[in-house]
């Protein structure tokens, strides 16, 4: 198999909205009419050797023309998604595809991965977006939203919903804690979804290609908080997301995620058996581990994600960076916002479940 082609981060490879292409070129074709019946004239029945003589307008075969159009609708669309999977396929053994420099591979995202994770965020999940609109449709950003859910599979809906909703139909890079990368096959695919190091080199170089770059301050300290602390903001680090936003004059978008921290309630966290791991921390939970693998199944909680109004930085001269006040007051405001947005969801929410 040949190697994958590395290419400069910069370039834009994209390929979606192909599928949206096709059922608006099938809804546009020319349909074919029958002619209606004279008065005390009998309109031949479908299907019969009078049904099918010539249009007398366009002296044209009806009946092939029907046929036609409804392959093209039906078994066509069929024809060209093989044949796109089989391209598909070909490409990944011929390694004729593209990664960026962090190892993101879009085509294996947009067509595999994302078709993987679509089924958990609509069907099990039943996720709500709301205030997609507030995503920038270009350049930089900086999404910042609440942790939680003992396994960081809130990350992976955030990506899912700016995947398939925004307009612009952007991608979104989420900063994954060192963990992430020393897993076996997690590692690889975090990769292939474009998730890169927690650290501020990495995101500054996504801002300034004009990324939308996600990120998740309280860490470990979120995912792994006990179920009685659930959607209280753990502290927010340092500041050190909003730092990189005034460096490169990116708006920041507040997020807050509710439904997560129900799909594994931890109840427990048995340390001596994390630090043998070299875990952060190992959960117990109502299920997990006394059902053994079906205790690692989240519970089917419904969920709601929204983007809040961003907050501009390119306000601010080039050294407010290094300002630590300013860092402090933009960190709390941010952190704020989604405190208050967590509480407003949790007011509306009807359910757990539904």
Not at 112 to 125: A, D, G, I, Q, T
Not at 170 to 186: E, G, I, M, N
Not at 244 to 272: D, Q, W
Not at 322 to 332: A, G, K, R, Y
Request: charged share 25%; glycine share 10%.
């Amino acid at each position: 198999m040949a190697d994958a082609k590395v290419i400069p981060f910069d370039d834009d490879h994209r390929s979606r909205g192909s599928a949206a292409s096709r059922r608006r070129g099938a809804a546009g074709r020319r349909q074919g009419g029958t002619r209606p019946a004279a008065v005390g004239e009998v309109q031949p029945l479908p299907g019969t050797a009078a049904a099918r003589e010539d249009d007398p307008v366009t002296g044209e075969d009806e009946q092939p023309r029907e046929q036609a159009a409804d392959r093209e609708g039906g078994d066509g669309g069929l024809e060209r998604r093989i044949a796109s999977g089989l391209a598909f396929l070909r490409r990944r053994l011929t390694g004729d595809y593209d990664v960026d420099d962090f190892g993101y591979d879009e085509e294996l995202t947009d067509q595999v991965l994302m078709s993987l994770l679509r089924p958990m965020y609509e069907k099990y999940f039943r996720v709500e977006v709301k205030g997609i609109e507030n995503i920038p449709s270009e350049g930089g950003a900086l999404i910042v939203a609440n942790h939680s859910g003992t396994v960081p599979m809130d990350g992976l809906m955030m990506q899912v919903a700016v995947h398939d909703h925004h307009p612009a139909g952007r991608h979104l890079r989420l900063l994954a804690a060192d963990l992430v990368f020393v897993l076996p096959v997690v590692n690889e695919l975090a990769r292939k979804l474009g998730h890169t190091l927690a650290c501020a080199e990495d995101a500054e170089r996504l801002l300034a290609q004009g990324e939308l770059v996600g990120v998740m301050p309280e860490g470990f300290k979120g995912i792994g908080k006990p179920f009685s602390e659930r959607y209280k903001l753990q502290r927010f680090g340092r500041g050190g997301f909003v730092s990189t936003a005034l460096r490169h004059g990116a708006p920041i978008v507040p997020c807050s995620i509710v439904g997560a921290e129900e799909i594994y309630p931890m109840i427990g966290n048995a340390k001596t058996l994390a630090r043998l791991l070299g875990f952060p921390y190992f959960p117990l939970t109502p299920t997990f581990p006394w059902l053994g693998p079906l205790g690692a199944i989240p519970l089917p909680t419904k969920w709601t994600i929204q983007f809040g109004e961003p907050i501009p930085t390119d306000g601010y001269p080039p050294e407010a960076a290094e300002d630590p006040m300013l860092m402090f007051n933009l960190t709390d405001q941010v952190r704020e916002q989604i405190q208050h947005t967590l509480y407003k969801l949790l007011v509306q929410r009807r359910s757990v479940f539904f």
